[in-house]
């Protein structure tokens, strides 16, 4: 079935570095992929997307690249801050019809050391 | 406007109670979700909806029932609680294909414990 794996599931910065989390997807068909991010007992929330027709996406410090070929896409975030701190999930909008389901992957908690 | 709101915030039941978690949006979204969020395994969609009066199955739907009503509304549903039930679910929602935008919008998610 469809399956999206993200990668890692732990990530330690010091304040100030960057970050990247990697997200693959089965689908070749995924067309929309966004990532969310959950702070400790809250929602999760829209943090930046990217459709297929688009190789990367930048909004301030964070960043969105896709590699359709293989397959594949990145979260990178640039001169992390504490509050950054938080589980990042990654996610692919299913072929099947126009339903927008999304696939999540399992989630990378990061921690950004001060 | 209040986005995606979700009641209750907590509960606890014990092995065998039914319940109903409810869901409500008030930015005119044509699709809702129901996921459970479980530690390490992301967010698991149990049913969706693709507007008024249709519902369809989601990845893990056992034990879990759903209903669309109203447009503003999803409600889920368990029969009969089991202690596997115990998670964070989280109500989304989303404008649908018409709109071409699939952002999905969380509610704060209800802490349910099955004893």
């Known amino acids: 079935g469809e399956n999206v794996e993200q990668h890692p599931s732990t990530l330690s910065v010091q304040e100030g570095d960057s970050a990247v989390i990697k997200c693959t997807y089965s689908?070749?068909?995924?067309?929309?992929f966004p990532w969310y991010k959950q702070e400790l007992g809250k929602r999760p929330q829209l943090i930046i997307d990217?459709?297929?027709?688009?190789g990367e996406k930048k909004d301030q410090r964070i960043a969105v690249t896709l590699n359709k070929t293989a397959k594949h896409f990145s979260l990178h975030i640039t001169e992390t801050q504490p509050e950054d701190s938080a589980v990042y999930f990654c996610?692919?909008?299913?072929?099947?019809?126009?339903?927008?389901?999304?696939?999540f992957g399992q989630g990378t908690t990061l921690q950004v050391k001060p | 406007n209040a986005g995606v709101t979700q009641t209750p915030k907590f509960r606890v039941l014990k092995t065998g109670q039914s319940m109903t978690l409810l869901c409500a949006q008030d930015?005119?979204?044509?699709?809702m979700y129901w996921y459970r969020q479980d530690p390490g395994m992301g967010l698991r969609l149990i049913h969706y909806?693709?507007?008024?009066?249709?519902?369809a199955k989601g990845e893990v739907p056992d034990g879990y029932n759903v209903s669309r009503l109203k447009k503003q509304n999803f409600l889920l549903g368990l029969e009969s609680a089991a202690p596997s039930q115990t998670s964070v679910y989280f109500c989304?929602?989303?404008?649908?294909?018409?709109?071409?935008?699939?952002?999905?919008?969380f509610g704060p998610g209800t802490r349910l414990t099955v004893t």
């Open positions: 989304a929602s989303s404008q649908g294909r018409s709109q071409s935008r699939y952002e999905q919008y």
């Open positions: 689908d070749s068909a995924s067309n929309y």
């Open positions: 990217i459709r297929s027709n688009v």
């Open positions: 996610a692919a909008k299913t072929s099947s019809s126009n339903t927008g389901k999304l696939i």
């Open positions: 930015m005119n979204h044509e699709y």
């Open positions: 909806s693709v507007g008024e009066g249709t519902t």
